[in-house]
């Protein structure tokens, strides 16, 4: 279908649509009208991504005169890649109506891992891994060394790439990364290295949040964007976590150790080129007058420029200048860090500095500028040298033409540790401490440097493109965003989900058949009394609920005692009696089996029962739709550890900043996790499933009113404050209602699906539309 917004003629490829997606393309067009940035919450299951998708490729077609680029930053390969196949079907559309002048080139850029069709080098394991052996086959010295030795092995994907030049291009389209490793395979291209180079031409770019958030990618992936450009970052709910993870760094005495190995490794690569290149022995070696003076003009050929050899194919993580503003890029080098032997020197203090710090007895917490008070106090090594060592090793690592990079991790961290207490002097903390208190008998010393203020690393993209949009279907209560990421939206909206029926039942459990409250509250989450309630929730529920379950826990540990728990009492035995149980673990491979073992048995009719953790990897990328999910029990409300030293401390800034306070962050923080993990068990209007808020403190109205509009919508009164057995009773009629057949006609009558005669008529101001 296709219908107007003010000038703007949308192509829509469905024959209806819902009315909260029309609503969301009327305010996500205020916004690009305005050329402002904008924070939209739309509810789960509602299509999202398409009216996004046909809105903003729809105005671009509507204002030739002005190109609008989209970049739209997913969290996973899976999003990706599903998002790329709403394109595609969209974009199948455009060209049928329009014909090819509505041509598009829309590709997904990813990690080589993803994307290499190098069986030599995809084989390697890790992502560090790939990087290295792919530097190893395509650096420009490994090639140049190659054509007198054909026994130097080089990619043949890569090789034929660079040959082609210029006729390396890709055909108009939309490339998932399964496309992309097709057609480099099909030309015998390197898909990766044809991926960069196409990012700048292409219509549309799907990537992940790092490649425009961690300033140590986004200086090289993202930097020619224009300012014209339409930046999405969908499912946004945690973007200031993911903000803050990409300005904070830990280290360890096993850090120090591979850093002291790198630096010792180095030393030995500098003697190695100087040899190789100029015949030269390091003076520590040889003190001849006549090497010294050749040795000095080497090290200042070694260091002079930041951007030497910027045109080599290096990697993703290591390339850019981290956190450095455009005013610091444009100077020089400090001069007692260009000489090559002096920057090991500085460098081998500092971790030797570190290494003292992290002998400390007792908690230590300063900031940055004390921290570089002390570091130039006590080794000598002043904020301007700190500030360029991740600039600085990179140009050495470049010059010694080291290709396995994945083995210099440990020095990359130190060098990144370095730059960002040089750069900035606010928004964080330095904190050491030498056990983990949950586990004070084992030492553990650790330093971190914990950014606290989101606003650091998104500043720049909201500062560059003209319109951000900000949306997710858990991103209530909307308007602590604008603080936590410092900006002014210029349109901010939460929508309601319309429905034909009612297939959401939200349920507030606050208490067992016995009338013992139930909570993970501090002081109640380990009685036995709470344990044994939830284990007779879920096990009255798994008698009732058909296909899958799936229940969500506040942590690992808390999990871990509670099914320990549950074991010894014998109620999992009984569980185990009605539906298989799967876990999450912390191992990504593990859980992949158990979710696939879990899908298995909801499709052979046995279901199955799913224990999973909030903040986890399922709470945040696997939907439990249809017969994988008609039930999801929260069991508690997710607060963060609150004793946590750097939880403590982003309050303490936050409060000081911002004057939010600790309670409404919180709470906050908690509210957002726990709909993001309900929200997995209902993907489309035509699903159905229950969502039990299992914890007392969700009846009070200041913890509930954080929740999604479109969850409270459909939590009644009477939901609020129930007992297990109560709980079950409403699920028995619940389940009943839901088993009849579902009539989809009955959405075009009550007008919760609408035709494009019914948006003509609106549009035209005929008939009464609610959203």
Not at 96 to 113: M, T, V
């Amino acid at each position: 279908m296709k219908f107007q917004i003010e000038d703007v003629t949308v192509y829509f490829p469905y024959d209806n649509i819902y009315p909260e997606q029309y609503s969301y393309m009327v305010e996500l067009k205020r916004a690009l009208d305005a050329k402002g940035h904008c924070l939209l919450e739309m509810p789960t299951g509602t299509g999202k991504t398409i009216a996004l998708l046909s809105l903003i490729t729809s105005y671009v077609l509507a204002k030739p005169s002005n190109p609008v680029k989209l970049l739209y930053c997913t969290r996973t390969v899976h999003e990706m890649e599903k998002t790329l196949a709403e394109l595609r079907f969209l974009h199948d559309y455009q060209v049928k109506e329009l014909g090819p002048s509505a041509r598009i080139l829309a590709l997904g850029l990813s990690s080589r891992k993803n994307l290499c069709v190098n069986p030599r080098v995809v084989s390697a394991k890790g992502r560090d891994s790939v990087d290295a052996a792919c530097r190893k086959l395509t650096a420009s010295w490994v090639r140049a060394v190659a054509i007198e030795n054909p026994d130097i092995p080089t990619c043949d994907f890569f090789e034929n790439y660079d040959k082609a030049a210029s006729d390396a291009v890709l055909p108009p389209g939309v490339y998932t990364l399964q496309d992309l490793r097709a057609f480099g395979k099909q030309k015998g291209w390197c898909p990766y290295f044809l991926a960069r180079r196409m990012v700048q031409f292409a219509n549309v770019v799907v990537y992940s949040y790092q490649y425009l958030l961690d300033p140590k990618v986004a200086g090289v992936i993202s930097k020619e964007m224009q300012r014209e450009t339409v930046v999405v970052f969908d499912e946004a709910h945690n973007i200031d976590n993911v903000c803050i993870e990409a300005l904070s760094v830990n280290v360890r005495t096993q850090t120090l150790d591979g850093a002291s190995r790198n630096l010792s490794r180095m030393s030995q690569e500098i003697e190695r080129f100087l040899h190789k290149n100029f015949g030269i022995i390091p003076p520590e070696r040889r003190l001849k007058a006549t090497d010294a003076g050749r040795l000095r003009a080497e090290y200042n050929r070694l260091v002079d420029g930041l951007a030497q050899r910027g045109d080599l194919p290096t990697g993703d993580t290591w390339l850019a200048n981290p956190a450095l503003p455009d005013d610091i890029l444009k100077e020089a080098v400090p001069g007692n860090i260009r000489r090559a032997e002096h920057f090991l020197s500085v460098l081998r203090r500092f971790v030797q500095y570190l290494k003292g710090r992290l002998q400390a007895e007792s908690v230590e917490k300063e900031g940055p500028v004390t921290f570089v008070a002390s570091v130039n106090s006590q080794v000598g090594i002043d904020q301007k040298m700190l500030k360029f060592c991740y600039d600085r090793l990179h140009s050495l690592m470049l010059t010694l033409e080291i290709t396995d990079t994945d083995e210099f991790l440990h020095i990359q961290t130190i060098c990144d540790l370095a730059t960002l207490v040089g750069t900035y002097t606010r928004g964080f903390s330095i904190i050491i401490e030498p056990f983990d208190e949950r586990m004070p008998h084992i030492p553990d010393p650790v330093l971190q440097l914990c950014c606290h203020d989101a606003s650091l690393a998104i500043k720049p993209v909201f500062e560059r493109f003209q319109s951000v949009v900000i949306t997710s279907g858990t991103l209530s209560p909307i308007d602590l965003y604008p603080l936590l990421l410092n900006f002014n939206p210029v349109v901010s909206r939460s929508f309601t989900m319309s429905l034909t029926r009612d297939c959401i039942c939200p349920m507030v459990l606050t208490r067992g058949s016995d009338q013992l409250p139930v909570s993970t509250k501090y002081d109640l989450r380990s009685d036995p009394g709470v344990e044994k309630n939830y284990g007779k929730l879920l096990l009255e529920m798994v008698s009732v609920v058909p296909d899958g379950v799936v229940c969500f826990f506040v942590s690992y540990s808390y999990m871990d005692g509670i099914v320990n728990s549950w074991h010894e009492s014998g109620i999992l035995k009984e569980i185990m009696q009605r539906k298989l149980v799967f876990i999450e673990t912390q191992d990504v491979v593990e859980t992949t089996l158990a979710l696939d073992n879990y899908r298995r048995a909801c499709d052979c009719g046995r279901g199955a029962v799913f224990f999973s953790v909030a903040r986890g990897k399922v709470a945040e990328g696997i939907d439990f739709d249809r017969h994988y999910g008609r039930l999801v029990i929260m069991f508690g409300i997710p607060f963060q550890y609150t004793l946590s030293r750097i939880l403590l401390a982003r309050l303490e800034y936050l409060r000081e900043t911002f004057q939010i306070k600790e309670g409404d962050f919180l709470t906050f923080d908690a509210l957002r996790q726990a709909a993001q993990c309900v929200g997995r068990v209902i993907r489309s209007k035509a699903d159905y499933g229950m969502m039990i808020f299992a914890d007392k403190r969700y009846s009070r109205h200041d913890k509930r009113s954080k929740l999604p509009s479109w969850i409270l919508s459909h939590l009644r009164d009477a939901h609020l404050n129930l007992s297990t057995d109560m709980a079950v009773h409403i699920a028995r009629e619940f389940l009943k209602k839901m088993a009849q057949p579902y009539d989809k006609s009955g959405a075009m009558g009550k007008k919760t699906l609408l035709s494009q005669e019914d948006l003509e008529k609106m549009v035209n101001g005929v008939g009464d539309m609610v959203f």
